[in-house]
């Protein structure tokens, strides 16, 4: 059987999206930015996404939709704007979590290379921050509240409403990275006071190289790429309408769709938690309820992640020991690190994304396998030895509960 759980690293391309996509290349070939009646029609297809992408997280205006290549370019140029922009009234201050996206931490170490101040706030336990910890750590000088809406790994949804109001209340400046969140949670910028926000087509079923920065009208911003006048002069390169297109079309099926989809995914994650709480000294990573509907990040003592990944890609099931990003490296995540998880058993989690293609079928292949291979590799393990014999000692508790 083959089982795709993987969709926090990518989404397939939606049929609705991927027609939408052909369309687009068969009959809008023009430049919008040309003067002629095929750059003219060209440019009404992208007003278009403009509009769809407003209404699906309420923003005020469509020309606070700014067509980007992606989440990392949204998160990059949310953060640049905030930091250059307020630096001259002297605010060099900057917030954000430390289980943040690598588009964010990385941003946030080069402004610190720059001159900025940087406070990582830690989440509790569960993976959630306490809006109280972020109220606490606004200055005088802080620019920007930066805190994403959704964990990619462990899938804790933030209290981005209360954020948002802090934010507000105290005149900082609020961005969220809803990567995760857009298309699979209800979003609404004004409702939840959020200033700016960064989207990401091929997490919600778009097209890859795609994706979109919010930001509210009167925020001066700064532009990642320099040249053309496009998108009203803040982000330079002739666009992509074809992509910008058929990934405003993935988020609005997703968005029409998203109670019946999220109730439908949610009862998968809850039947694979189920599936593998009985296996001894593992534990499921995230708040149990406050978390993505098809996010389940589990660790298990005694073995390693990649080992797990790769012997269950050879049954067909493709999941993720960690972020993409960092399965290129065998440090440990440090998402897990920074919510508190014991390095021990943060070498042995995988992650398992689950979205609306998956069946309960592939849900019990799934839980059949990872006992299967847990037991296989705990059994050639001397770790895990050295844990039953006493040389070592357990860092998960036997029994995992909610
Ligand atoms: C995938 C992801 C990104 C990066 O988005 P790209 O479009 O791949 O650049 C940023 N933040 C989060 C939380 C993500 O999951």
Same mark, same amino acid.
């Given at each position: 059987?083959?089982?795709?759980?993987?969709?926090?690293?990518?989404?397939? $391309?939606?049929? +609705?999206?991927?027609?939408?996509?052909?369309?687009?290349?068969?009959?809008?070939?023009?430049?919008?930015?040309? &003067?002629?009646?095929?750059?003219?029609? +060209?440019?009404?297809?992208?007003?278009?996404?403009?509009?769809?992408?407003?209404?699906?997280?309420?923003?005020?205006?469509?020309?606070?939709?700014?067509?980007?290549?992606?989440?990392?370019?949204?998160?990059?140029?949310?953060?640049?704007?905030?930091?250059?922009?307020?630096?001259?009234?002297?605010?060099?201050?900057?917030?954000?979590?430390?289980?943040?996206?690598?588009?964010?931490?990385? +941003?946030?170490?080069?402004?610190?290379?720059?001159?900025?101040?940087?406070?990582?706030?830690? %989440?509790?336990?569960?993976?959630?921050?306490? %809006?109280?910890?972020?109220?606490?750590?606004?200055?005088?000088? +802080?620019?920007?509240?930066?805190?994403?809406?959704?964990?990619?790994?462990?899938?804790?949804?933030?209290?981005? #409403?209360?954020?948002?109001?802090? !934010?507000?209340?105290?005149?900082? &400046?609020?961005?969220?990275?809803?990567?995760?969140?857009?298309?699979?949670?209800?979003?609404?910028?004004?409702?939840?006071?959020?200033?700016?926000?960064?989207?990401?087509?091929?997490?919600?079923?778009?097209?890859?190289? !795609?994706?979109?920065?919010?930001?509210?009208?009167?925020?001066?911003?700064?532009?990642?790429?320099?040249?053309?006048?496009?998108?009203?002069?803040?982000?330079?390169?002739?666009?992509?309408? %074809?992509?910008?297109?058929?990934?405003?079309?993935?988020?609005?099926?997703? !968005?029409?769709?998203?109670?019946?989809?999220?109730?439908?995914?949610?009862?998968?994650?809850?039947?694979?938690?189920?599936?593998?709480?009985?296996?001894?000294?593992?534990?499921?990573?995230?708040?149990?309820?406050?978390?993505?509907?098809?996010? *389940?990040? /589990?660790?298990?003592?005694?073995?390693?992640?990649?080992? $797990?990944?790769?012997?269950?890609?050879?049954?067909?099931?493709?999941?993720?020991?960690?972020?993409? !990003?960092?399965?290129?490296?065998?440090?440990?995540?440090?998402?897990?690190?920074?919510?508190?998880? %014991?390095?021990?058993?943060?070498?042995?989690?995988?992650?398992?994304?689950?979205?609306?293609?998956?069946?309960?079928?592939?849900?019990?292949?799934?839980?059949?396998?990872?006992?299967? *291979?847990?037991?296989?590799?705990?059994?050639?393990? #001397?770790? /895990?030895?050295?844990?039953?014999?006493?040389?070592?000692?357990?860092?998960?508790?036997?029994? /995992?509960?909610?």
């Amino acid at each position: 059987m083959k089982v795709y759980a993987d969709n926090a690293a990518t989404t397939y $391309l939606s049929k +609705t999206a991927r027609d939408k996509f052909i369309e687009c290349l068969d009959n809008f070939n023009g430049n919008p930015n040309s &003067l002629h009646s095929d750059g003219q029609r +060209t440019q009404e297809v992208l007003d278009e996404a403009r509009e769809i992408v407003a209404g699906c997280i309420n923003a005020a205006k469509t020309n606070e939709i700014y067509f980007t290549s992606g989440g990392s370019e949204a998160d990059n140029q949310a953060l640049l704007s905030a930091a250059r922009g307020l630096s001259k009234k002297g605010k060099k201050h900057l917030i954000t979590l430390n289980i943040e996206h690598h588009a964010i931490l990385h +941003t946030m170490a080069k402004l610190e290379k720059e001159g900025f101040e940087v406070t990582y706030l830690a %989440p509790e336990s569960n993976g959630i921050v306490d %809006p109280q910890k972020v109220a606490d750590a606004i200055r005088e000088d +802080t620019a920007l509240v930066s805190v994403m809406f959704a964990n990619n790994e462990m899938g804790a949804i933030q209290p981005i #409403p209360e954020i948002g109001k802090i !934010c507000k209340e105290k005149g900082v &400046l609020f961005h969220t990275d809803a990567v995760q969140a857009a298309g699979h949670l209800p979003i609404d910028v004004q409702a939840m006071n959020i200033d700016m926000l960064s989207m990401s087509g091929h997490k919600f079923h778009g097209p890859k190289g !795609c994706g979109v920065f919010y930001a509210r009208n009167g925020i001066r911003l700064v532009n990642v790429i320099e040249g053309g006048a496009q998108e009203r002069g803040k982000r330079a390169g002739t666009v992509n309408v %074809p992509a910008i297109r058929a990934m405003a079309e993935a988020l609005k099926e997703a !968005c029409d769709n998203m109670e019946p989809n999220m109730t439908r995914v949610a009862a998968l994650r809850d039947r694979l938690i189920n599936g593998l709480k009985d296996i001894p000294y593992s534990q499921l990573n995230g708040d149990p309820v406050k978390r993505l509907p098809g996010n *389940v990040n /589990w660790s298990f003592e005694g073995v390693e992640g990649e080992s $797990l990944l790769l012997h269950l890609d050879m049954y067909g099931i493709e999941c993720s020991s960690g972020s993409a !990003c960092t399965s290129e490296s065998l440090d440990p995540s440090h998402v897990l690190l920074g919510m508190g998880v %014991p390095i021990e058993a943060a070498h042995g989690s995988l992650r398992f994304s689950l979205d609306i293609d998956n069946t309960e079928e592939q849900i019990d292949y799934i839980i059949e396998k990872v006992h299967y *291979v847990i037991d296989y590799y705990r059994s050639m393990s #001397p770790y /895990w030895e050295d844990l039953q014999t006493g040389k070592r000692q357990h860092c998960v508790p036997e029994h /995992w509960e909610a």
